[in-house]
């Protein structure tokens, strides 16, 4: 059956799992802060290129503010990411503390059942060096220690349960949070770049001809030629 | 020729331009700046799930590596492109200062020469009235005028030149700038998809069952059984 000394390896697993599932999800957190932080300062771009925009004229107004309409786009596109960050990853990792506090309960448990096998195996010591000679109470300490025994070996079957029961789940979800933190990403950059291809477009619109077109007239009002 | 009462009109042209040109500069490097503070929590993620790994086993630390490894590549991405958005975009935006200064130079030598033929013609209106018989005196003042009006013709035509080149680089300019911006964005995001599809095929790749058997054989070393 499980070695006995192998309980503190378990509690280390677990302690380590918290400790690293704790750092891990602290580092998204801030990641997905920075990120927020980043469309705060390309919606302050955007805003500029608007605001620019509108003390120009014709296609160049028309164009910039195309182009400025795309980029907002995309800090809409990086908004939903910075909100599908928090559900599907900073979420999950923050709920790991009450499944790390569950197996702890699990293992406390365990813990004592096995602590009242060790208190009646003393105690049935005791009993036989006192009364050497009087069975009946001798039988019924080693009736009560063949109980706790038979509860802990039950229970360390659970305890082999509970920390594959972590292992797998820990394997699990670290692939699921993983491979979603993959998914929310990629969404978005294949997001930005569909609505950078058509700031391109935007841009590379802008006819300067006509442009000049507009400022030749202005120089050159019709009633003054 | 111009009108002389579109020159306020020219020198707001040039002014909101410098204006603008400046905003969008410090929005631009302010966007930068954050993307660079954004790289850096990146690496502290990356570097996290490098620490969480090595305490794990067998093929989820292997997985978790390389998983890191891609995340890595992508900040290099990111540096790289806060490095050239910084060349691309925000140089050209920040020499636009010295565009303008160099305009208004120009503006400024046709405006004085404009004002020397409003001085010769003021000129030559007192010399009639003091000496209206003198056409000596009257005579040279007028083809010093003249020389003036010349003089201020040309500068026009300057003027007019002068203003079209502003417009047209500025035209060009805006152009080139938002396109290198986006080229650079675009080649970043396209980075990053592929390597999010590499680090997405290694997390998926950890074999769930393979960790398992590890926690088991630690849990019953060969010698216990």
């Not at 000679?133 to 009736?143: C, E, G, T, V």
């Not at 935007?202 to 507009?214: R, Y």
Request: net charge neutral.
């Amino acid at each position: 059956f499980l070695d006995r000394t192998l309980e503190p390896e378990i509690k280390e697993i677990i302690t380590n799992v918290e400790k690293h599932f704790g750092n891990m999800c602290q580092r998204f957190a801030e990641y997905v802060c920075s990120t927020a932080k980043l469309r705060d300062k390309a919606d302050n771009l955007v805003r500029e290129i608007g605001l620019y925009a509108d003390t120009e004229t014709s296609n160049l107004k028309k164009g910039m503010r195309q182009f400025a309409g795309h980029l907002a786009m995309i800090e809409d596109y990086r908004q939903a990411r910075v909100e599908r960050l928090k559900a599907k990853v900073i979420g999950p990792l923050k709920s790991y503390g009450s499944v790390v506090k569950h197996t702890r309960k699990d293992l406390k448990a365990i813990q004592s059942v096995r602590d009242r096998e060790a208190k009646h195996m003393t105690r049935l010591e005791k009993t036989i060096q006192k009364n050497p000679l009087d069975w009946q109470i001798i039988f019924q300490a080693k009736s009560e220690l063949q109980r706790a025994t038979m509860d802990a070996t039950r229970t360390t079957k659970q305890l082999e349960e509970t920390i594959e029961d972590f292992e797998k789940h820990k394997i699990q979800d670290l692939k699921k949070i993983f491979s979603e933190f993959v998914e929310v990403e990629m969404s978005f950059h294949a997001k930005a770049l569909e609505s950078y291809t058509l700031a391109f477009q935007s841009i590379q619109s802008v006819d300067e001809e006509e442009n000049l077109e507009v400022i030749r007239d202005s120089l050159h009002p019709p009633n003054n030629n």
